[in-house]
């Protein structure tokens, strides 16, 4: 079976800095997609940046982008600038690639807090 | 643009009393949808998925149980609530034109006393 894991359960960034919060997952798959949610507190899942595997090139949007190292099987996620508004519960997720209603399989979540 | 809403946002429910929590989607049709809960401290959990009205497939065995009467309405059930049930629900979309992206509604924080 698939799985997620996030070793880091908290991490904490100054107003403006860096931070790049670390995922790894076990597939024996080939294809598949990965994911960042972020989970402020209003509880709302929302979706950050999504990985298809198959493309080489990291995605990114805007100031978040992402370390995908299939060999590794990591799939880190760098917040460049951050701001007050980062400050969340950050998931990462996998999901097969076959199939439409493929589920997907969330780490534990990592607390990103800002601090001005 | 789609929308996807939750209710109700929050439920507090006596140990053995019924459950009924509505999901709907706005804005697209013939959407897969899905129930995910969160317990305390933790990731999702896949509770139930649909690929089409009244197509259920349930992923973890429990006393909860789900319905599509229609296509972009999602239904989490219960007859009797165990305290264990306790947790924030969330349902999710996702179509093909999105690459199957699942999007998340606000969720409803669901207490069993």
């Known amino acids: ?116 | 643009s789609q929308t996807i809403h939750q209710w109700p946002a929050t439920l507090v429910q006596p140990v053995g009393s019924p459950l009924s929590l509505e999901c709907t989607v706005e804005g697209t049709s013939n959407p897969n949808l899905y129930w995910y809960r969160q317990a305390a401290g933790r990731g999702l959990q896949l509770l139930f998925y649909s690929v089409g009205i009244g197509q259920i497939s349930s992923e973890v065995p429990q006393n909860l149980s789900a319905s599509r009467p229609q296509d972009r309405q999602f239904i989490l059930s219960s007859k009797k609530l165990l305290l264990s049930d306790s947790g924030f629900y969330l349902c999710a979309w996702s179509v093909g034109s999105s690459g199957y992206t699942q999007y998340f509604g606000p969720g409803t924080r669901l207490t069993v006393l």
């Open chain 1, 1 to 116: 079976a698939q799985t997620v894991t996030q070793s880091q359960p908290e991490m904490s960034v100054q107003e403006a800095e860096t931070v790049t919060l670390s995922c790894t997952y076990d597939t024996s798959e080939s294809d598949y997609y990965l994911f960042w949610y972020k989970q402020p507190p209003s509880r709302q899942m929302i979706l950050v940046i999504r990985q298809e595997a198959y493309k080489q090139q990291n995605a990114t949007e805007n100031r978040f982008s992402v370390n995908f190292q299939k060999a590794a099987k990591s799939f880190s996620l760098k917040i460049s600038d951050s701001q007050l508004g980062d400050a969340a519960m950050y998931f990462c997720a996998y999901r097969r690639a076959q199939g439409g209603s493929e589920k997907l399989v969330f780490g534990k979540g990592t607390k990103l807090t800002v601090n001005p």
